[in-house]
């Protein structure tokens, strides 16, 4: 079910412009305590607030290290077609800035049975490895990390990576200067034990995940994380209000839950990125086309809940129990 939020006042105690699209953002808590404790591939929810009081709240990856709870650091990427939030902490947000930030939840965690571990990440996809090195190497695992960008001024905490405690353990791939990633290759001879983790653009999870199908690796041994949550596609259909019996009509290319905001409904949602699971709604009646990344694919097979941010029907009717 849903997870469960506690949203402590922040502050922020340092920018960093990392590459020409990316900054660091250091968080303390406001009132000098430390942070929660967390686990590598843990995320935060930040929510943001501008000066005409719309409120924007997004997911972002933990990168520091896990032992270190005085602060946490985060990595934002200024989207193109920004819906507020990377705008918002590009623009406004500066040292002494206040955010409320969520307790942390990890949905991309490293599997502790696995013998080996291969990181593969893509662009601003390498901010849930930057905390998953430092737990592997503290545990004494056995891991590689590859990390792919377009260009080495694109490529974020490059540096960091190739001269700290990991650079051995580290692979870089620059596209501009011909050096491609081999999926085929670097997942073909893998140990039975091994698993393979993926973050970054889409095109890069999904050909992770198909070559390691052609390659015959289970799915549980494949763990991915995608930072953008899905396009809202797929044709209009009739959304029904258990509660009320109210009937709306969800339009091509509009979410669920932008359809019941506009009729005045108030549902809880932090994320709207399908990750935090705030928004977890019974279906009732209908199916539901899943695109969260909350729930497990039992969960979505099940038929029986949905991330209504990002999730859409499947069919031409849907009741749910709102």
Known sequence: MANSYQMLAARVIGVEQ????IKRFTLVRQDGQPLPDFTGGSHIIVQMKDADGRQHSNAYSLMSDPRQTASYQIGVRLEEQSKGGSAFMHQQVE?????????????????????????IAGGIGITPFLSQVHELRDAGADYQLHYAFRSPEHGAFHDELSAGPHAERTRTYADSLGQSLNL?????????????????????????????????LADERVHWEQFA???????????VLAKSGQELRVEEGMSILKAIEKANVDVECLCREGVCGTCETRIL??????????????????????????????GERLVLDL
């Open 18 to 21: 990392v590459t020409p699209l």
């Open 95 to 119: 040292v002494g800035t206040e955010l409320m930030i969520s307790t942390p939840n990890n949905l991309f965690a490293i599997d502790p049975k696995a013998g080996k571990h291969i990181l």
């Open 184 to 216: 085929a290759e670097l997942l073909g001879n893998l140990d039975s034990d091994a698993h393979v983790y993926v973050c970054g653009p889409k095109p890069l999870i999904d050909a992770v995940i198909a070559t390691g199908k052609q390659l015959g």
């Open 229 to 239: 949550a899905a396009p809202i596609t797929g044709g209009a259909f009739t959304l």
């Open 285 to 314: 009646e209908g199916q539901a086309e899943h695109n969260d990344q909350y729930l497990s694919d039992d969960e979505k097979a099940a038929q029986q809940t949905m991330m209504i941010c990002v999730s859409r029907a499947r």
